[in-house]
């Protein structure tokens, strides 16, 4: 069964700080690996997709990297700004049809503060 | 303007009434999925649907039911067996089961 980890739960930066958010998961047979922002109340927002045929992927400020082999993804936020203010939740999708592993598993999220 | 829609945003139930969430999505996509999210837990799969008229139980499916009769629409009903209905309810898409999914703005209910 897929478990995934974020380490750690909350996190509070000064504005204009580079941070790395880390994400683990136990099973490597994952199809892709997928990115979230949460505000408070609101729902999930894509951020971004990782396949697991590929190593990172760049929006803007943000670089997401998958490395299969050791169970890691990192989500790198350059020079961060109090509009990050955020949960960032991680989830592995699973690479098979059915069974356990084949849905989507998140972890709890990192809660980010950055502060003016 | 594509997108999925919840609703209604807050919901208040009484114990032993049943309600039924809405999730309406004019993204075109196959997939459809439910999830609760609970205060310091991730979110956890309750019913997904891959094409219209077929379903299948997530991780805790007791206590709720779904229905997909339309491409755009996954209602989901929580039933007055579910012990304890309370928590953040999302609703999200995607093109193909395992494709990225895209998510609704969600609908918190209350059990008073």
């Known amino acids: 069964k897929q478990e995934v980890t974020q380490i750690p739960a909350a996190l509070s930066v000064p504005e204009g700080e580079n941070l790395v958010l880390n994400c683990s998961f136990t099973?490597?047979?994952?199809?892709?690996l997928q990115w979230f922002r949460q505000d408070p109340g609101k729902g999930l927002t894509s951020l971004l997709l990782?396949?697991?045929?590929?190593r990172e992927q760049t929006s803007g400020r943000l670089n997401a990297s998958l490395d299969k082999s050791s169970g890691r993804s990192t989500l790198y936020i350059a020079a961060s700004q109090p509009g990050d203010s955020a949960t960032y939740l991680c989830?592995?999708?699973?690479?098979?049809?059915?069974?356990?592993?084949?849905?989507?598993?998140f972890g709890k999220g990192i809660t980010l503060s950055v502060r003016p | 303007d594509g997108g999925i829609t919840q609703s209604p945003k807050y919901l208040f139930r009484k114990e032993g009434q049943n309600v039924t969430l809405s999730c309406e999505q004019n993204?075109?996509?196959?997939?459809m999925y439910w999830y609760r999210q609970d205060p310091g837990q991730g979110l956890r799969l309750i019913y997904y649907?891959?094409?219209?008229?077929?379903?299948q139980k997530g991780d805790i499916a007791e206590g709720y039911s779904v229905s997909r009769e339309k491409k755009e629409s996954f209602p989901l009903t929580v039933t007055s067996a579910q012990k304890n209905p309370t928590a953040f309810y999302l609703c999200?898409?995607?093109?193909?089961?395992?494709?990225?999914?895209?998510f609704g703005p969600g609908t918190r209910l209350t059990v008073l």
């Open positions: 999200a898409s995607s093109i193909i089961r395992g494709d990225e999914q895209f």
């Open positions: 993204l075109n996509h196959d997939a």
């Open positions: 649907s891959q094409i219209v008229n077929d379903f």
């Open positions: 989830a592995a999708q699973g690479r098979y049809k059915t069974g356990a592993n084949s849905k989507l598993t």
């Open positions: 990782i396949q697991s045929s590929q």
């Open positions: 099973d490597s047979a994952i199809y892709n």
